[in-house]
């Protein structure tokens, strides 16, 4: 049974940092893309981070670009969403999200979708 599980979430203050964490098991790891992607109230889906299966590439949703950082750890089947800077704006769900390749994993097409973990951003 394939299981991404976040953890880390919370409640912060604007200018603020969290660290999620999104624990995967039921898969080979080490063979799938990783994204993070973050749904608030009355918005759509937006992708927020993504990393390659060995870590060398990442990319970044505009929105988190110089505030956010993705990374992965394959020996501990473990895929990491370091937020500082945190503004009101990035209040959401955040969902980890796994397909198996070299492929960004889309809205579309995935492989596997945690079911998240609150961010609440407020003063």
């Known amino acids: 049974q394939v299981q991404l599980v976040e953890s880390g979430g919370g409640s912060a203050q604007p200018g603020g940092s969290l660290e999620l964490s999104c624990a995967v098991s039921g898969l080979a790891f080490s063979e799938y893309y990783m994204a993070w992607y973050r749904q608030a109230p009355g918005k759509d889906c937006e992708e927020v981070a993504g990393i390659s299966k060995d870590g060398a590439r990442t990319r970044y949703g505009d929105s988190v670009k110089g505030r956010f950082t993705i990374s992965r750890d394959n020996a501990k089947n473990t895929v990491y969403l370091q937020m500082t800077n945190l503004r009101s704006e990035d209040t959401a769900i955040y969902s980890c999200?796994?397909?198996?390749?070299?492929?960004?994993?889309?809205?579309?097409?995935?492989?596997?979708w945690g079911r998240g973990t609150q961010v609440t951003v407020s003063s």
């Open positions: 999200v796994a397909r198996e390749g070299d492929l960004y994993p889309t809205k579309n097409n995935f492989d596997a």
